[in-house]
Structure formats: C-alpha cells, structure tokens
Antibody, heavy 120, light 107 residues
Framework: QITLKESGPTLVRPTQTLTLTCTVSEVSLSTSGVGINWIRQPPGKGLEWVALVYWNDDKRYNPSLKSRLTITKDTSKNQVVLTVTNVGPVDTATYFC????????????WGQGALVTVSS | DIKMTQSPSALSASIGDSVILTCRASQPISNYLNWYQQKPGKVPKVLIYGATSLQTGVPSRFSGRGSGTSFTLTISNLQPEDFATYYCQQSDATPFTFGPGTKVDLK
C-alpha cells in the first residue's frame, strides 16, 4: 500500500522560504509513470494544484505560483521537496502531496496534509 | 488554464435522496475528469476517475457520466456518510485544476 507523508514547519514568517518534504513509501520515485503532486487548501477554501514531478524528472508548476516554486525529488531517499519562496499570508494552507500513476490519471493516494501558517 | 465550474455550490438533501452534481470544463477534456469527496478536516478521497470509473472500494451508489466539457456525479440513495464537499478535477493538462466544490448537507 502506497503511503505519503508531508513534513515541514507549521509556522513561517512572511518573506521567508517554505520547504516541505513528501516521503513516499512502497513505490519508488524512479518507477516509470510515477508522479508526485503538491496540492494546497487554504482554511475553509477549495483545492489548488501547486506542482508535480514525474519519475523522469519532468516538472510542472502552477503558472500563478511558478516564479516562487521549486519541486525536486531525491530518489535515494524517496522524497519530493517543494520550496515556496517569499511567502505571504495567502500561502497559509494545508499542503498535501498526492500520488499519480501516469499523466492524465487521478490523484490516487494522498498524504495526511501539513498545515502551514504564514504569520509574523 | 482549463477552468472548472461546479453547480450547485451547495445543496441540502435527505437520507435516501438521489442528487446530481454538475461539473463543466472551459474546454474539452475528453474523459480526464475525476471526482473527490472531502469531509471536514479530512483528506480528499477519489470516488470516480476517468469520468465514469468507480474507484475500488467506493459504493456503487456513486456514478459518473459525461465527456468533453460536461460531467455529472450522481449519488443515489444518499447515506449519512455522504454529507461532504465534492470536487471535480481535470487531469487532461497541467496546470491541473479543481472545481470550487459542491457542499452536500443534510436537509
């Protein structure tokens, strides 16, 4: 059974950089077709797709956030890292990582989510 | 970007009712449409993928239809555990996008 777990800070100051890690178990990030997505949800609001990295290191970003995002994967640790630079209160959200098998498919398995608050 | 819209934004229903939730895409997405259920404080759960395929373990009272730009999720014989918010999501092209959600609550 594939599992994902997000980790990172719960509180970040405005203008700082947020770094979140998604640790994936039971599937290798180098397996053909594997994609790991980041999705976020501000408190009381809807879901927003943030970024994606595929097994072949193809990376995709939400254009509205792209200038502030970097997604990377560490195959040796089976982790995906998302960094968001210059955060502001609008970045306060629960951040989920989610597994996708091949482009075009659904977000099959989600992590538990990590609530990040941006506040001074 | 492909914009997803959902209607209604909220609906009230009774146990045993059948409800139909609608999702529309701003451009054709073939059948790359997925439905998720989210309860307060919980992780979204995929119900329907590929517009019509039922995810393993999801009750058969959930069904999906549609292709192109117009899609529906039908919940038949509404059960207490079905009161939740439902999101559609297109997986045709990045940026993947979600609809704003439909909240189904108890009348």
């Amino acid at each position: 059974q594939i599992t994902l777990k997000e980790s990172g800070p719960t509180l970040v100051r405005p203008t700082q950089t947020l770094t979140l890690t998604c640790t994936v178990s039971e599937v290798s990030l180098s397996t053909s077709g594997v994609g790991i997505n980041w999705i976020r949800q501000p408190p009381g609001k809807g879901l927003e797709w943030v970024a994606l990295v595929y097994w072949n290191d193809d990376k995709r970003y939400n254009p509205s956030l792209k200038s502030r995002l970097t997604i990377t994967k560490d195959t040796s640790k089976n982790q995906v890292v998302l960094t968001v630079t210059n955060v502001g209160p609008v970045d306060t959200a629960t951040y989920f990582c989610a597994y996708q098998y091949y482009t075009g498919s659904e977000f099959d398995t989600w992590g538990q989510g990590a609530l990040v608050t941006v506040s001074s | 970007d492909i914009k997803m819209t959902q209607s209604p934004s909220a609906l009230s229903a009774s146990i045993g009712d059948s409800v139909i939730l609608t999702c529309r895409a701003s451009q054709p997405i073939s059948n790359y449409l997925n439905w998720y259920q989210q309860k307060p404080g919980k992780v979204p759960k995929v119900l329907i993928y590929g517009a019509t395929s039922l995810q393993t373990g999801v009750p058969s009272r959930f069904s999906g239809r549609g292709s192109g730009t117009s899609f529906t999720l039908t919940i038949s014989n509404l059960q207490p555990e079905d009161f939740a918010t439902y999101y559609c999501q297109q997986s045709d092209a990045t940026p993947f996008t979600f609809g704003p959600g439909t909240k189904v609550d108890l009348k």
